[in-house]
């Protein structure tokens, strides 16, 4: 089992900045990679990008392409998302997941077994 929990989301104006945490605990050691998804008022949930928890590597979605930086403290067990030049279309609740399996659609919420319960991200224009 991972426990995960997200933090820092707030109101922000377009074009500020952001980060959001979300703290790992339990099996993870055993963590192959956490992802971040967001999901809006109405919204499926939309990928954002992910890490592979050993070595770092990370992927962002299209929608933080060149705005959105994943990042992992390992010796904190904690997952970043810093997240610049907001944008109001960004306005959603933010999920952290987590996945012990190696996966190959990364994108796919179905493929994470535990999820964190989400933080409010509101951009106003």
């Known amino acids: 089992q991972v426990q995960l929990v997200e933090s820092g989301g707030a109101l922000v104006q377009a074009g500020g900045s952001l980060r959001l945490s979300c703290a790992a605990s339990g099996r993870t050691s055993a963590t192959v990679a956490m992802a971040w998804f967001r999901q809006a008022p109405g919204k499926e949930r939309e990928y954002v990008g992910f890490i592979m928890w050993n070595d770092g590597r990370t992927f962002v979605g299209t929608p933080g392409k060149d705005r959105f930086t994943i990042s992992r403290d390992n010796a904190k067990n904690t997952l970043y998302l810093q997240m610049n030049s907001l944008k109001p279309e960004d306005t959603a609740v933010y999920y952290c997941?987590?996945?012990?399996?190696?996966?190959?659609?990364?994108?796919?919420?179905?493929?994470?077994?535990?999820w964190g319960q989400g933080t409010q991200v509101t951009v106003s224009s």
């Open positions: 997941a987590a996945t012990l399996r190696l996966i190959t659609q990364w994108a796919r919420p179905n493929n994470y077994d535990y």
